[in-house]
């Protein structure tokens, strides 16, 4: 069972894991050890609140699948008990993730003294470069 937050557990049933053979360079025991997780977790069939399928579903994220099905893989211990803990932990900052609420952005506008001081330093560096120009005598 994982714990997103003090109200809402994904159960075990709702969560898929599966051991694999890990990817890149390996030493002698790289064709027998089964040490990567491939986590999938299909976000409509689980028993997340609405507000989490729908905030999940909105994500723009590479792990979700078009069908609603995140998948992650975690390959990057040597032990599968490790692996397996990061899958879980990823799965669940994935789903924190999705419910924070973006701060709304207001507007503004750039004080006079701030224009000015920028067309100041335009005008400066404009004038340096001016002297660099060729000499006439």
Known sequence: ?????NTVTLSEW???LSAIRSQGN??????????AIHLRFDIKRSALPSVYKER????????ITGD??????AQSYRTQDQNKQDALERLKALIL?????????????PTRSSQRKRM??????????????KVDY
């Not at 069972?1 to 937050?5: A, K, V």
């Not at 999940?56 to 792990?63: E, G, I, N, P």
């Not at 993730?97 to 506008?109: G, L």
């Open 97 to 109: 993730s999705a419910m924070v609420v973006q701060k709304k952005r207001r507007a503004t506008k």
């Open 14 to 16: 709702e969560i898929e």
């Open 1 to 5: 069972m994982l714990e997103i937050s």
């Open 56 to 63: 999940l579903l909105k994500l723009a994220d590479s792990r």
């Open 26 to 35: 390996g030493g002698q025991r790289v064709n027998k050890v089964a040490t």
């Open 120 to 133: 100041d330093n335009k005008s400066k560096k404009g004038a340096t470069k001016m002297l660099r120009g």
């Open 68 to 73: 609603g099905v995140v998948i992650i893989k």
